[in-house]
């Protein structure tokens, strides 16, 4: 899997991706990065500082950073070299897209497609949600941009958030909004963010929150000016790495794993729902009419 392709440079490929060490892009010997070996078509950037430890993931999916299969796949590769990856001690998810961190899901993944494509589609949603909530390594989103449904669920998987001050940025799960519902375990991973009364009322009305109400609720943890997001997130993260790593993982395994294995325990059932579920008529009915009202708002 590993190459030495010069002193100190390290290549790691996996698909598309490719995992670079020593001096890269940035002249900054210590950096390593991840990037496509078709830069043109890499969903994600991730740069790795050797000397911290701390790399940043950088989702970079025109327009909105909405998940698809593709992009779901590129990230969970990635995630996976990063845990590997001995010299990586945490990772900070950013957006390189402006005004957007997450879109959430790819609405085009549920809509109008076979059963077939909806649970291959399904499998890779559990896959990141399992990936990132049983993260071994800290993670914390720089969320730098709106965040509905899905871009939600993947900030709220971070250890920890902050949420850029402009109140045009909103963050929630906002499914019932769309028609459909948030599967147990978004509704899970929030109820253990926001606690039970918020988590009822969040979900049921779908509701997006601005930062400063992101932060009454705890749904983010700090809100900073925009410019401050990323050197703000690399602060926080060098206060979790002077923790003993082995007790915050163990102690951040103790919170998510009931959560985690519940998943684990009926993953083909969740599929099979979910496929139901969405190919319901009145469901597909209801995501075209989504889809229809986001095209219209630009006209
Ligand atoms: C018995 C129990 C039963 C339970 C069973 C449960 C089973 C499970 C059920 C299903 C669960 C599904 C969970 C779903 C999770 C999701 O994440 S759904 C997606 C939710 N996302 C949204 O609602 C976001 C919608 N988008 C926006 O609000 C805005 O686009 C934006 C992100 C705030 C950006 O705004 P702006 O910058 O103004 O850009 P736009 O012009 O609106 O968008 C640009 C183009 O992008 C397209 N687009 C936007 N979002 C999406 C998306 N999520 N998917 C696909 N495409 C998207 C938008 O249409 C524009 O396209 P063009 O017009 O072609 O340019």
Redesign the pocket.
């Known amino acids: 899997m590993a190459a030495v392709l010069r002193r100190g440079v390290k290549l790691i490929s996996s698909g598309s991706s490719q995992l670079l060490s020593g001096g890269c892009k940035h002249g900054r010997t210590s950096t390593l990065c991840i990037s496509s070996s078709r830069p043109s078509s890499s969903k994600i950037n991730v740069e790795l500082d050797s000397s911290t430890g701390i790399a940043v993931m950088r989702f970079q999916n025109p327009?909105?950073n909405?998940?698809?299969l593709d992009f779901l796949t590129e990230i969970c590769i990635s995630l996976e070299k990063l845990e590997l990856d001995k010299s990586c001690r945490g990772v900070i998810l950013t957006s390189a897209q402006?005004?957007?961190f997450?879109?959430?899901?790819?609405?085009?993944?549920?809509y109008g497609k076979n059963p077939e494509h909806y649970a291959a589609f399904?499998k890779s949603?559990q896959e990141i949600w399992l990936k990132l909530y049983g993260y071994s390594k800290i993670t914390i989103a720089a969320i730098n941009?709106?965040s509905?449904?899905?871009?939600?669920?993947i900030a709220l998987t971070a250890d920890y958030r902050i949420m850029a001050d402009n109140p045009r940025y909103?963050i929630g799960?906002?499914?019932t909004?769309?028609g459909?519902?948030?599967?147990?375990w978004?509704k899970d991973t929030m109820l253990n963010t926001v606690g039970h009364r918020t988590a009822e009322l969040s979900l049921q009305f779908g509701l997006m929150y601005t930062p400063s109400d992101a932060l009454k609720i705890n749904l983010v943890d700090l809100v900073v000016p925009e410019e401050q997001v990323l050197s703000t997130a690399t602060e926080t993260m060098t206060k979790f790495l002077a923790i003993p790593g082995h007790a915050r993982e163990i102690s951040k395994s103790m919170m998510r794993k009931p959560v985690v294995d519940r998943l684990l325990s009926c993953r083909d059932a969740?599929i099979k729902?979910?496929v139901s579920?969405?190919s319901k008529d009145s469901?597909q009915k209801s995501l075209g009419q989504?889809?229809s009202m986001?095209?219209q708002?630009?006209s």
């Open positions: 327009l909105v909405s998940l698809n402006p005004k957007i997450s879109a959430g899901l790819d609405i085009l993944e549920m399904w949603v941009g709106s509905p449904a899905g871009g939600c669920l909103t799960l906002n499914e909004q769309l459909i519902v948030a599967p147990f978004f969740d729902n979910f579920f969405i469901i989504y889809l986001l095209k708002k630009k």
